[in-house]
């Protein structure tokens, strides 16, 4: 069945980095643009970036931009976000989501179940 | 950037009563809106997507409409699985894709 796992989840230091992945099973995921959305503790849903299906085009909530990166490996099915100078604020869930457009973002029609960044001292 | 604006931010309903959810964009998204439905502890899944249509294997008693900047999502007759937080996204102008605060639909 169609699945996304995330993993790369825990806790960091401000400053420091964390790299996250999303192994994709059960779809052609060559074939679909893919986002990373968060969720702060208690708090609703943030767009994080999108990756379009072949890699070459990227795009950052302005939150994030300059210091996270999404990319993708189409050849072991893997989404990353590696994300650096982290700051307290980027304490969240964090999301998988494959995107229903893959040149262009739409909705997201299916998620992972997310793994858990605490950036604390 | 285009900003979604929920209400109610709660809804209290009893089972088997209709739930309206609504969803106002700050300039229009045309029909490019998505529902989505988020159980404590769970990620988020997709309900209805083009503002209207409904997801693989969502049930008929939800359904969604407008287009411009007023959306509805509409529980018919709501099931003990459907107390959960709902969420709109629009994906007409982006980045960013932007999400509403979401609505708690909680037993009355």
């Known amino acids: 069945q169609v699945q996304l796992v995330e993993s790369g989840g825990g806790v960091v230091q401000p400053g420091r980095s964390l790299s996250l992945s999303c192994a994709a099973s059960?779809?052609?995921?060559?074939?679909?643009?893919m986002d990373w959305v968060r969720q702060a503790p208690g708090k609703g849903l943030e767009w994080v970036a999108y990756i379009w299906y072949d890699g070459i085009n990227k795009f950052y909530a302005d939150s994030v931009k300059g210091r996270f990166t999404i990319s993708r490996d189409n050849s072991k099915n893997t989404l990353y976000l590696q994300m650096n100078s982290l700051r307290a604020e980027d304490t969240a869930v964090y999301y998988c989501a494959r995107d229903a457009g893959g040149g262009s973002h739409y909705y997201m029609d299916v998620w992972g179940k997310g793994t858990t960044v605490t950036v604390s001292s | 950037e285009i900003v979604m604006t929920q209400s109610p931010a709660t809804l209290s309903v009893s089972p088997g009563e209709r739930a309206t959810l609504s969803c106002r964009a700050s300039?229009?998204?045309?029909?490019?809106l998505a529902w989505y439905q988020q159980q404590p502890g769970q990620a988020p899944r997709l309900l209805i997507y083009?503002?209207?249509t409904r997801a693989t294997g969502i049930p008929a008693r939800f359904s969604g409409s407008g287009s411009g900047t007023e959306f509805t999502l509409t529980i018919s007759s709501l099931q003990s699985e459907d107390f959960a937080v709902y969420y709109c996204?629009?994906?007409?102008?982006?980045?960013?894709?932007?999400f509403g605060q979401g609505t708690k639909v909680e037993i009355k």
């Open positions: 083009g503002a209207s």
């Open positions: 059960g779809f052609t995921f060559s074939t679909y643009g």
């Open positions: 996204q629009q994906y007409n102008n982006w980045p960013p894709a932007t």
């Open positions: 300039q229009s998204v045309r029909s490019n």
